[in-house]
Structure formats: structure tokens, C-alpha cells
């Protein structure tokens, strides 16, 4: 979409330069009857790279990761993976391997036999399969669960056993959709990190599927972010974080708050706030994170504005604050734990904090 | 949580018809099987083994039931080879046929057992559809007799009235297979035909296993298809139960065949249960 070419993503593309192209989706298009789930999605992923398909459930991003596996046809548009047409290949030819949602163990087989499938059915032999289904396991470290049912060990064991059965068969790209969904928050956050550095020591380039956009900040190289079938912003976690394109992915990573005004002459106008602006003139939308909104201070350069005081609430080492200036504008600002102790404050930030963004466009 | 009067009122009289209409007769075939025929046909209420004696020595017994046997196993055999691949194609390629083509698999059942029985017989008969076809084509210059009143005409007859009831566990335990197992084998590099062997075909175990008792049970048990259709070749052990209980009036010995054969049916459906949980890993 627009924002992608209006917007420079320097971190972006010196990252993707730097290394080879593995897979490439130019223009993908699906629809499903009347439903337009996916349009002209277009994306470059570089060997080895972790790549995020972040965004709401609905997004399309589990069908994008299925057009990848083989498991549905785009409408139009096609894949590449070093430099050979993906999508006209059955899901069985390709160089990829999905570690799915509900895991998709089958329950007939030992976990060992888990494994050992698709070495089985690439008729390797007999000693080669032992050796990388014990290497495998050890990686994982479900070695000691060899010989159980997948129905006889815990959701977390069997995340593992379905990531040793990708894994094994040594592919050029490994697909998880929402591997970690099922888990809970401490083993959620644990796998977050083994995932991470599993990715590193294997090499493999990795797509991985979520809607939780802490995960895709925590574990991901460079997060593509879909919405509504179309890629909002696709770039490292922390330009995508620190300089969101529009409105919709500055709301949809963290917290913001959205201030929308207009330039004029180089002053930013936002209801009763103002500041100094390179921007040309017109109306303007900008984010500005809560940390960089702080009790005033009296820094020069700094905008400023009076507030009351409305909640206040406790979020470990910081508190988040809601005041209210005037014309009724709410405003978010963190602070140190603690908070406020005053009704009224003036608060101010950084002109350089608040970060133009451009409208979400509706879309059904 | 419901009343105790409520409750009996449910559960009584199912219980007592089962009681009435099942348990008793059997009770009553129990005895009988122990007693005796006199010359002047009364039922001498002596207790002895006579009758199993009889039904272990007597060859005639044997290669009847071995017999009856051999035609389960076939039509066993040949139900499952076509309610099979029907059942998968079902399940996994009709799409939004699915419930049409099901309920034309339901279809037949509702047709009197009779009526399809004698339908073959005006198929198979030596001057029946499938002869007159046969010579006008000039395949064949006369009737073709082993085609009824043969071992084959059950079989064929018996195939198609049990194939539905292969068809239907069968379906049912491939519509239990979550789709994205099958996902997963092809992710792994599985062709569909080794999709099939590995990961299908042996999650199918428990419906076929279902399928295979349904029919092998049902037809070793038949006794109007080997009567309308089978010939002097084609008679079935339930068909001499008949004629003992009948015409020649040996109720203790009939009562026995029937015992025998009783211990065999619930001896298979034991295993076959057995065989189903075995293989299925809900």
C-alpha cells in the first residue's frame, strides 16, 4: 500500500540487501467466494531471517502462511523460493515444513515415529533416521519421551515433538502458525526465547503467525503487519515500534496516543497543543508513545500543555495517566511508578516524538 | 436429580422387554438344548448332552457352518472392497454432494430386505435380466445356470444388502480423521497414495473393523438369501435351524445349533471390540 513507498524503511531494506532472497510472494491475491481475504500481498524473505506475519484474528495471515505450505491456492500472484515458481508445486515437493496451530501429531505414532515420518517417506535409510530423529529429540529435548503416544504427553511436549518432526527433515523454510497459542503465559514466554535461539542455531528462515504483537516484538527480525487482507507496515520491530506508518499500526503495537491536527506554516497545530514542524502544510495526524509524554519540566523546545488529572493505574515499574487537557483531549503519559500526586500538571514531550502517521483508510 | 418415580418409569419398561423378548427365550433355548425328541415327537424333558454330541459328530453340521462361513467371509470381504473407497470418496472428494450421496447410500435400507432378494432372483434367474442380456449380445448361447440358485447368488445378494452397513462406520471413522493430519503428511513430503497407508487408511482401522463384523455377522446369520437364492449348494447352518424347528420338528437340536452358534457370534463381537480399541486413539 502507499504507506510503504511514502515512508522510507532504511533498516528495512539495507537488512534485506545485505542477504540473499529466500522466498518471494509478488502480488498474491485470494478470495474465497465474495470474501476478499488476501490482497496484492507482495513481500521479500532473506535466508535466515525470523519473519513476524503479525495481526488480528480475520487479518488473512493464516491463510497467507497456508498459500506458502501449499495447503491453498492463491487467487493470483505467485511464489518464488530461490528463484523457482513455489506455487505450482503440490505441498509434498516443497522445501517447507509447518508447525501447526493444534499441532497436527498423529496420534497413531510414537513420538519417535512422529519424527521419523517424513525421513520415512523420503525412503532414507534405516540408520540415517535413527540418528536425526535422536538428534532431533535432543534438541527439543524429548529424548526421554521416544517411545510415548502424543495423547500420553502435555500440550507443551507435544509443541516440541511437532517442532523436532519440521525440524528433522531439514527444511529451507520452517512455518509455524501460532505454535504458542495453547501454552500458558510462563511456558508461553520460556518457548519465546528457545524458539529464538533454536531459529539462530538451526539457520532455518523461519515465517511465524501470530495475533500477539509482544511476541512478534520480542522474537522477530522483521515483523510484517497485516490488516484486513493488506500489509499495513512490514519492517524491524523496533522502526516499526519507534516509527509506525499509520495510525492503525501505531494503535495496534503498544500504546499511543493519536493527536490529529493540522500544519500551517511550519506550526502542528493539535487542538490545544503546538509545536514546530518541517511537515508541509495540510491536516496531519500524529503518534506520540506515552513515554515520551512527561510532567513539564519548563526543557525549552518542548510542547506543553495544562491537564487534569482522570486515572491513574499501576503497571509494575511505571504508572499510566490519564489527563485531560482542554477542548476535552485525552492524553496517556507514563511515568515512573508512583504517578502523580497533583490534580492538575502540565504535561509536554518532544516535537521530534510525535511521529506523523497517515489515516488508516476504512476497508471492508 | 430426577425422581425416583421417574426414573423407574423410564427404565422399567425398556428393561422388561428386553427381559421378555431376549433374555427369557434364550433362557428357554437353554433348556431345550438339553433335552430330547421322542418317536412319538414330545419333548422329553431329560437333561443330557446328546444334541452337541450329535452336532459334533454329525459332518453334515460342520461343513454347513463352515460353509456359511466361507460365503460371511466372502461377502465380508466383498462389501468392504466396495463400501471402502465409496466411504473415502464420501468423506474427502464429494464436497457438497456429501449428503446426497450419503442418503442415497441410506436409500436401500429403507427397501424390504425381501424385495431386493427376489429383485436378484429376477436378475440372475435362467430366463432373467442378466441371461437374456447376455445371449441377445450373443456372449453367451444358453442360460447361464450357475448364476442362481448357487453359493455365488448369496454372496452377490447378500454384498449388496450389507455393503451399506460397511459403508456407514467406515465414513463415520474417516469423518473422525482431522484434516489436518492429512495436511500434515503431505507438509512432510507424503504423497497422497503414502498419505493414505500411513495416516488414513490406519486412523480408518476402528470403522473398518465395525464395517467387516456388520457384515461377516449379519450374513452368517442369513437364512432367506441361501432359501430364495442359494440352491441345494448354497444352504446356510440358519437355514437347517429352520428346517429343525419346522418341518422336522427337532426343537432341542435346532436350540443347540443355535447356542453354537451364539457362542460364536458374541466370541466375534468381543474381539472386534477388542480390535476397535485397540486402534482408535481418541
Known amino acids: 500500500m502507499s504507506s510503504l513507498n511514502t515512508l522510507p524503511n532504511v533498516d528495512t531494506q539495507t537488512a534485506s540487501a545485505a542477504k540473499t532472497t529466500l522466498l518471494s510472494i509478488r502480488n498474491v491475491a485470494k478470495t474465497f467466494g465474495p470474501n476478499v481475504v488476501l490482497r496484492d500481498i507482495s513481500l521479500e524473505i532473506a535466508q535466515g531471517e525470523f519473519l513476524t506475519i503479525l495481526g488480528e484474528s480475520g487479518s488473512g495471515k493464516t491463510t497467507l502462511l497456508r498459500i506458502i505450505a501449499g495447503f491453498e491456492t492463491a487467487t493470483s500472484g505467485d511464489l518464488w523460493m530461490s528463484n523457482e515458481r513455489l506455487d505450482q508445486q503440490p505441498p509434498y515437493r516443497r522445501k517447507v515444513n509447518t508447525v501447526f496451530q493444534s499441532y497436527a501429531l498423529f496420534p497413531h505414532l510414537t513420538v519417535e515415529e512422529n519424527v521419523a515420518y517424513g525421513l520415512r517417506v523420503a525412503n532414507r535409510p534405516d540408520s540415517e533416521i535413527k540418528q536425526r530423529v535422536q538428534e532431533a529429540l535432543d534438541k527439543v529435548k524429548m529424548s526421554a519421551h521416544a517411545k510415548k503416544k502424543p495423547s500420553k504427553i502435555s500440550g507443551g511436549q507435544q509443541q516440541r515433538v511437532a517442532l523436532a518432526r519440521a525440524l528433522v527433515n531439514r527444511p529451507q523454510l520452517l512455518l509455524l502458525d501460532e505454535p504458542l497459542s495453547a501454552l500458558d503465559a510462563n511456558l508461553r514466554r520460556q518457548m519465546q526465547v528457545e524458539l529464538k535461539s533454536l531459529q539462530r542455531e538451526v539457520g532455518i528462515t523461519f515465517v511465524f503467525v501470530t495475533h500477539d504483537q509482544e511476541e512478534a516484538m520480542v522474537m522477530s527480525d522483521r515483523i510484517a503487519l497485516l490488516r484486513r487482507g493488506e500489509l499495513e507496515q512490514v519492517a524491524t520491530p523496533r522502526e516499526i515500534y519507534n516509527r509506525p506508518a499509520t495510525a492503525y499500526v501505531a494503535q495496534f503495537i503498544g500504546h499511543t496516543n493519536l493527536l490529529r491536527g493540522e500544519v500551517r506554516e511550519g506550526v502542528a497545530q493539535c487542538g490545544p497543543i503546538s509545536w514546530k514542524t518541517t511537515l508541509p502544510d495540510g491536516p496531519a495526524l500524529f503518534s506520540l508513545r506515552p513515554e515520551h509524554l512527561r510532567v513539564s519540566s519548563g526543557m525549552p523546545g518542548a510542547a506543553r500543555v495544562k491537564a487534569k488529572v482522570l486515572t491513574q493505574a499501576f503497571h509494575g515499574a511505571t504508572d499510566l495517566v490519564r489527563v485531560e487537557c482542554a477542548d476535552g483531549l485525552v492524553l496517556t503519559l507514563r511515568t515512573p511508578s508512583g504517578g502523580i500526586k497533583e490534580e492538575n500538571v502540565g504535561v509536554e514531550f518532544e516535537p521530534a516524538d510525535a511521529i506523523p502517521v497517515l489515516e488508516s483508510q476504512e476497508r471492508s | ?282
Open chain 2, 1 to 282: 436429580m430426577f425422581s425416583r418415580a421417574y426414573r423407574t418409569m423410564v427404565t422399567v419398561p425398556p428393561l422388561a422387554w428386553v427381559a421378555v423378548f431376549l433374555l427369557v427365550p434364550y433362557a428357554l433355548m437353554f433348556c431345550y438344548s438339553f433335552w430330547s425328541v421322542s418317536a412319538a415327537q414330545t419333548i422329553v424333558h431329560s437333561w443330557n448332552f446328546a444334541n452337541y454330541q450329535e452336532l459334533l459328530e454329525k459332518q453334515v453340521y460342520w461343513q454347513t457352518l463352515l460353509r456359511s462361513m466361507w460365503i460371511a467371509a466372502r461377502v465380508m470381504l466383498f462389501s468392504l472392497l466396495l463400501g471402502y473407497p465409496l466411504a473415502y470418496f464420501l468423506s474427502f472428494y464429494a464436497g457438497k454432494r456429501k449428503d446426497v450421496l450419503y442418503q442415497m447410500v441410506i436409500i436401500p435400507l429403507w427397501v424390504s430386505y425381501l424385495v431386493r432378494a427376489y429383485a436378484w432372483k429376477t436378475i440372475l434367474g435362467s430366463d432373467g435380466v442378466l441371461n437374456t442380456l447376455l445371449q441377445y449380445l450373443h456372449l453367451t448361447k444358453h442360460p447361464l445356470e450357475f448364476l442362481l440358485y448357487s453359493p455365488f447368488a448369496v454372496v452377490l445378494t447378500l454384498t449388496h444388502i450389507y455393503t451399506p452397513f460397511t459403508i456407514l462406520p467406515i465414513y463415520a471413522s474417516l469423518e473422525h480423521i482431522p484434516r489436518n493430519l492429512v495436511e500434515a503428511s503431505h507438509d512432510l513430503g507424503a504423497s497422497p497414495a503414502q498419505t493414505f497407508w500411513k495416516v488414513i487408511f490406519p486412523l480408518s482401522i476402528p470403522g473398518v473393523v465395525a464395517g467387516a463384523t456388520f457384515a461377516f455377522v449379519l450374513s452368517l446369520g442369513d437364512f432367506l438369501a441361501p432359501l430364495l437364492l442359494g440352491g441345494p449348494g448354497g444352504i446356510m447352518i440358519s437355514n437347517i435351524v429352520v428346517s429343525l424347528f419346522g418341518a422336522a420338528y427337532n426343537w432341542p437340536l435346532g436350540a443347540a445349533i443355535s447356542l453354537g452358534m451364539l457362542v460364536i457370534v458374541v466370541s466375534l463381537l468381543f474381539i472386534s471390540e477388542r480390535l476397535e480399541k485397540k486402534w482408535s486413539h481418541s
